[in-house]
Structures are given as structure tokens and as C-alpha cells.
């Protein structure tokens, strides 16, 4: 639950409340975007990644729910691998003062092909410790 600064009364302080089940870790990659729907393709910065989800930047709007495939390196630490993970838009913000929006990608690992899934998890457990 988000409450914005317009909505809360006066002297209150912002505040927000996290439910997710897997915590994010800073993620400032370069990745590709494919939506399926329109074919549209692009490159983007990401910021954050969990074992379910990934938050990027667009320069446009785009609707929730859209089906996306996204390319993302996972380090320097795994050398020069480059998974695709499969999602839809869960949610888009457009951020404060600007024309660009936030994206969050919602995924679930077991749609990564099956070398990929450990890949992944040892890529996520690597940057953890």
C-alpha cells in the first residue's frame, strides 16, 4: 500500500509498505526489451531484480499486463552470460517531473529454460553475500 504526499493529511509523515516475498537487489544493467504484442524492441537501464521481478525504465507509456521478453547480462561474476526471461508488466509509474515511466516485470523462474534457472539462482545468491 502506497500513500502519496497529496493524499496524506498534514504533519504525516510518507510512508510505504512492502509485500513482496523476495527482496530486491540492485540491478544497473543494460538490457533489451522485445514486447510481444507489437514487436516493439528497445534497450533500457534496469534497476532492481528479485527471484520474480525486474524494474526498468521506459521512455514511454506502456499498458500492464503486456507479455515482454527481456535479455539480461548477469555479470561479470557468471562472465558473458545473457539470459531471456519472459514476463508480463505488472505495473508502471510514471516518474515525478519527467516524461519516463518505471516498469515493473513480473516473471517466475521456472519459465527460464532449465540451465538458465540455475544460472539465474546462483547469479542472485552470488550478489546476496
Known amino acids: 500500500m502506497h500513500f502519496s504526499e497529496e493524499a ?3 504533519g504525516r509523515q510518507k510512508f510505504q509498505i512492502e509485500k513482496r516475498r523476495h527482496s530486491r537487489i540492485s540491478y544497473r544493467e543494460a538490457v533489451q526489451y522485445h514486447f510481444g504484442e507489437t514487436g516493439e524492441c528497445g534497450g533500457s537501464l534496469a534497476q532492481d531484480i528479485s527471484e520474480t521481478g525486474l524494474r526498468f525504465q521506459l521512455d514511454h507509456f506502456v499498458p500492464s499486463n503486456s507479455q515482454i521478453a527481456l535479455d539480461i547480462p548477469l555479470g561479470h ?3 558473458s552470460n545473457v539470459i531471456t ?3 508480463r508488466v505488472a505495473w ?3 516518474i515525478r517531473y519527467s ?3 518505471q516498469v515493473g516485470l513480473e516473471f517466475s523462474p521456472s519459465d527460464l529454460e532449465v540451465n538458465h534457472q540455475e544460472k539465474f539462482s546462483q547469479y542472485l545468491t552470488s550478489r546476496l553475500d
Open 85 to 87: 526471461i519472459h514476463g
Open 99 to 101: 516524461d519516463r515511466y
Open 8 to 10: 496524506m493529511p498534514a
Open 92 to 94: 508502471v509509474q510514471q
Open 77 to 79: 561474476t557468471m562472465g
